[in-house]
């Protein structure tokens, strides 16, 4: 039965379309820099909020008008399937991702919790297998429980450790079972809120020890999805032990790690870290460890994870245009990690938002492109930084250059003149080409 009845297929219309139902900038099929719209962005629609998530806040109780609502346990479990898979096909979003939890509905005990799964996980592969529709990652929620309150990985009971890690287990065998491309690890609760009581070292060697587990246990059943962790500052624990990607990153690389797994980026985290979209991007494109986006924006006027929808064009643009230059996103994908706000809470919201997300992502990446095959930026950089090129510089860059050589350079060197970086003229050429588009 359909429950998105009075939604159109959403298709693509072009700039001068007035119909909400419609795409104005995704066109799938156009061809971007070698590639389709499709195949540059691989869309996914996020299980939590766009099924789960009822409008409850700190204030208030759940708004959301939602048909499925109507059922409870295994029968609400099962609408939501449908739900998503209609919801997908009316979109045309290839891929979806999930947490065990939000699929399934916890039982009394793990046993049960993983029977309920196993329930669900039957209906989606029938669902996937009939619509063609894929799984671009799953994970594990192993932080909304109360026996997660100090953590999972880094717990300080292992009792609970054992438990997440049967979480784990079962969910790299969800993600065989489902062909998921990618398996997320989100450390909502890896983290401390004093030194007073905490064994750092003790406990991020544990969730080393956990993630290597993971790793021989997907080879064990030949699970060979790419492995991601998603960094996240500030929420909920005072201080997150995967705060940003470069700190991540160098987690990764001190347990031997960083051949293993890759990094899946939230927009809104990089706001709550203090950075930019695009700097958590390029970090992690330079050190070979971008893996995927989740795509969202913050309020700048509110210090926490707001999950709004994307609709800022120069953040997708420049956030595209470094997916771009790092070569794309591999078997990662743009999932829409974001809720619709409390106060749009008819169905047809939950339409209008990923239109306006997909279309906002269609149009960085066509800007991006323009930037690129202009070599805008490249030229840019490249004039700055020419006194590399020749000279001294070159020495330095060929490692010819010593300490004494560039102090013997400075001493004939009596003037030193730099240029103006036109920080002010570059984003106004960005302006030019992102509204150009």
């Not at 939000?102 to 793990?110: K, N, Q, R, S, Y």
């Not at 070569?327 to 939950?350: H, P, Q």
């Not at 306006?356 to 030229?379: H, P, Q």
């Amino acid at each position: 039965m359909s429950v998105f009845k009075n939604i159109p297929t959403i298709q693509f219309e072009g700039k001068g379309s007035d119909n909400p139902f419609a795409f104005k900038h995704y066109n799938p099929k156009e061809v971007v820099l070698g590639k389709t719209m499709e195949e540059h962005l691989r869309f996914a629609v996020a299980y939590w909020h766009t099924y789960v998530a009822n409008g409850t806040d700190q204030f208030g109780v759940g708004t959301a008008v939602r048909d499925w609502d109507k059922f409870s346990g295994l029968d609400l479990a099962k609408a939501r399937v449908e739900a998503n898979f209609e919801f997908m096909e009316k979109l045309d979003i290839p891929y979806f991702c999930f947490h065990d939890v939000d699929i399934a509905p916890e039982g009394a005990t793990l046993a049960e919790s993983n029977k309920n799964l196993d329930v669900i996980v039957a209906q989606i592969k029938d669902n996937m297998k009939s619509s063609g529709r894929k799984l671009l990652w799953n994970t594990a929620n192993m932080f909304s429980n109360p026996r997660y309150v100090f953590g999972a990985g880094t717990a300080v009971n292992a009792d609970v450790y054992a438990y997440a890690a049967a979480q784990v287990k079962k969910g790299l065998e969800v993600g065989k079972e489902l062909g998921g491309e990618n398996y997320v690890f989100w450390g909502g609760r890896e983290g401390y809120e004093t030194l007073l009581n905490t064994d750092m070292a003790f406990e991020l060697d544990n969730l080393a020890r956990l993630y290597h587990m993971a790793i021989d246990y997907a080879n064990q059943i030949g699970f060979d999805a790419q492995f991601l962790i998603e960094p996240k500052p500030k929420e909920p624990t005072k201080h997150q032990y995967d705060f940003d990607a470069a700190t991540t990153i160098a987690f990764l690389q001190k347990y031997g790690l960083q051949d293993k797994f890759k990094l899946n980026l939230e927009a809104n985290h990089a706001t709550l870290a203090g950075h930019t979209f695009e700097h958590e991007i390029r970090v992690s494109a330079i050190n070979g460890m971008l893996g995927s986006l989740d795509a969202n924006q913050g309020d700048y006027l509110l210090g926490w994870d707001t999950d709004e929808f994307p609709t800022d064009l120069y953040s997708t643009t420049l956030a595209m245009y470094e997916v771009l230059k790092a070569g794309g996103l591999g078997r990662g994908g743009v999932n829409f990690d974001a809720k619709v706000r409390r106060g749009s809470f008819e169905v047809d919201d939950l339409f209008f938002a990923h239109i306006a997300g997909m279309d906002s992502f269609a149009w960085g990446l066509k800007a991006a492109a323009k930037l690129i095959e202009g070599r805008v930026l490249d030229s840019i950089i490249e004039n700055r930084y020419r006194s590399f090129k020749e000279g001294i510089g070159a020495d330095v860059v060929s490692g010819k250059a010593t300490l004494a050589s560039l102090e013997a350079y400075a001493l004939q060197n009596s003037v030193i003149k730099n240029e103006s970086g036109r920080q002010e003229r570059i984003k106004n050429i960005l302006n030019d080409v992102i509204f150009s588009v």
